[in-house]
């Protein structure tokens, strides 16, 4: 079932923004949508690394890095100790924002560049497995094509390559954006699209719908096509997001995995509207 509605725009910008320059969305979007981390969002994960007794953690998809680095200088400034913080990925964009923002605040973070479907394979290389996994914005849903079926299979895998690094006994936080709920919204107009995919308040994305405005322009069962709008510098950019529901990401990590809790934007609440679903999961 395709959106018809939206079909101009799988890789033109809407109606609205046809006049707004086309940018890479890694190196001219994100870092602004991303924003600055939140001293909540922080906090949330140092207490889960606290209370589970964690010594060494990675991000598998650092992005720029902001997120690792401030739970890095919480922990630090709370003088909890790590036995190591390191961090996995493979746009080299993501790699020299990270690098340099680490550099600045004087911290010792090391970057494996990972394909994660060649994990634990890495430059430099992985020397031990770790206590607590990370991977947050809706990364895993890079992965994926064709039918439905193939993007949980191909999901499963790099999930399985996840599980290597994490010592059994050991967490994978993960999250996905709500397609649940997106899928919900497939058969309305665009505007009626805009006026529904709208949130008070984005735990990642602080530029969300304010500086940044993100739209899924095109919705069908195995891709999502997701438009971010820079409305200050009349830029545009584009993902294409291969969706992962709710009930086959259950499946997914309960063959590596046991799933301890699962949260709505941060919340331990059962929502079937909310921007993001976080996923704790003990390794087996």
């Given at each position: 079932?395709?959106?018809?509605?939206?079909?101009?725009?799988i890789?033109?910008?809407?109606?609205e923004?046809?006049?707004?320059?086309?940018?890479?969305?890694?190196?001219?979007?994100?870092?602004?949508?991303?924003?600055?981390?939140?001293d909540?969002?922080?906090?949330?994960?140092?207490?889960?690394?606290?209370?589970?007794?964690?010594?060494?953690?990675?991000d598998?998809?650092?992005?720029?890095?902001?997120?690792?680095?401030?739970?890095f200088?919480?922990?630090?400034?709370?003088?909890?100790?790590?036995e190591?913080?390191?961090?996995?990925?493979?746009?080299?964009?993501?790699?020299?924002?990270?690098?340099k923002?680490?550099?600045?605040?004087?911290?010792?973070?090391t970057?494996?560049?990972?394909?994660?479907?060649?994990?634990?394979?890495?430059?430099?290389?992985?020397?031990?497995?770790?206590?607590?996994?990370?991977?947050t914005?809706?990364?895993?849903?890079?992965?994926?094509?064709?039918?439905?079926?193939?993007t949980k299979?191909?999901q499963?895998?790099?999930?399985?390559?996840?599980?290597?690094l994490?010592?059994?006994?050991?967490?994978?936080f993960?999250?996905?954006?709500?397609?649940?709920?997106?899928?919900?919204?497939?058969?309305?107009?665009?505007?009626?699209?805009?006026?529904?995919?709208n949130f008070?308040?984005?735990v990642?994305?602080h530029?969300?719908?304010?500086?940044i405005?993100a739209?899924?322009?095109?919705?069908?069962?195995?891709?999502?096509?997701?438009?971010?709008?820079?409305?200050?510098?009349?830029?545009?950019?584009?993902?294409?997001?291969?969706p992962?529901?709710?009930?086959?990401?259950?499946?997914?990590?309960?063959?590596?995995f046991?799933?301890?809790?699962?949260?709505?934007?941060?919340?331990?609440?059962?929502?079937?509207?909310?921007?993001?679903v976080?996923y704790?999961?003990?390794?087996?």
């Amino acid at each position: 079932m395709t959106f018809i509605n939206t079909l101009p725009y799988i890789s033109n910008p809407v109606e609205e923004f046809k006049n707004f320059k086309y940018v890479s969305w890694e190196k001219d979007i994100y870092p602004k949508f991303k924003g600055g981390t939140k001293d909540s969002e922080i906090e949330f994960f140092t207490h889960l690394i606290k209370e589970k007794n964690i010594k060494n953690i990675l991000d598998l998809g650092v992005g720029g890095g902001s997120e690792l680095s401030a739970i890095f200088k919480k922990l630090k400034n709370d003088h909890y100790k790590l036995e190591s913080a390191e961090a996995n990925e493979i746009d080299d964009d993501f790699i020299d924002q990270a690098q340099k923002l680490f550099y600045k605040k004087k911290q010792d973070i090391t970057i494996h560049k990972g394909n994660w479907v060649d994990l634990p394979e890495a430059i430099p290389k992985y020397t031990h497995a770790f206590d607590f996994a990370f991977l947050t914005g809706n990364s895993l849903t890079y992965i994926g094509g064709g039918t439905r079926e193939y993007t949980k299979k191909a999901q499963q895998s790099v999930v399985s390559k996840f599980s290597q690094l994490i010592k059994p006994g050991g967490y994978l936080f993960l999250d996905s954006r709500n397609y649940d709920y997106i899928r919900s919204l497939m058969n309305l107009t665009p505007d009626k699209i805009f006026e529904n995919f709208n949130f008070d308040y984005s735990v990642y994305y602080h530029g969300f719908q304010d500086k940044i405005i993100a739209f899924p322009a095109y919705i069908s069962e195995t891709v999502v096509v997701l438009h971010y709008y820079d409305i200050e510098a009349n830029i545009w950019g584009k993902l294409d997001v291969y969706p992962i529901y709710q009930s086959d990401m259950i499946d997914i990590l309960g063959k590596d995995f046991v799933i301890e809790k699962i949260f709505h934007d941060f919340e331990e609440k059962n929502k079937s509207k909310s921007l993001f679903v976080q996923y704790l999961a003990r390794r087996k």
